[in-house]
């Protein structure tokens, strides 16, 4: 099910961008896809609510950084996503993209590793993107225009 929401304004959604522009993140990891050499095309970190969960993105998303527990910051902005969805998500992959050359493919979740019909949620800070989701089974593309705090 797809469902679109505003989370924050546009004042809290530059506010929290800045505090996410100076986070640490690995930055065009390389990795080995499909028996070659690939390079993440982006920057990432990844976090969780605490040290008993243990998703591993980098087994699933290859090149993907280790997760480490969310500080006070990161669990206010899982608080705010879960309350303004209904949901109990617990972990975080921040994407960071630095110009128009980073980018992400379309996006088509083939995660073993989450409990079944929890899905995710995507917000956006900084510049607007396109964010495309692909269904396997159909072919068919949908594309939102994400915008900040959206």
């Known amino acids: 099910m797809l469902e679109i929401k505003q989370i924050y304004d546009s004042y809290m959604a530059e506010e929290l961008f800045e505090k ?3 986070i640490d993140t690995r930055y065009r990891t390389e990795y080995i896809r499909f028996g070659k050499p690939a390079v993440v095309p982006r920057g990432q970190a990844a976090y969780t609510l605490s040290r008993d969960i243990h998703y591993d993105y980098g087994r699933i ?22 309350t303004a969805l209904g949901t109990n998500f617990n972990t975080i992959l921040l994407n960071k993209y630095l110009d128009g050359n980073d980018c992400i493919g379309a996006h088509s979740d083939n995660e073993n590793g989450w409990v079944p019909d929890t899905g995710f949620a995507t917000l956006s800070f900084g510049a607007e993107r396109d964010f ?13 225009l994400h915008h900040a705090g959206l």
Not at 61 to 82: L, R
Not at 132 to 144: D, F, L, P, R, Y
């Open 20 to 22: 996410l522009n100076q």
């Open 61 to 82: 998303a290859a090149g993907t950084p280790n997760v480490t527990v969310m500080d006070g910051f990161m669990k206010e902005i899982t608080a705010d996503v879960n």
């Open 132 to 144: 495309v989701i692909k269904n396997k089974a159909t072919g068919e593309s949908t594309t939102i």
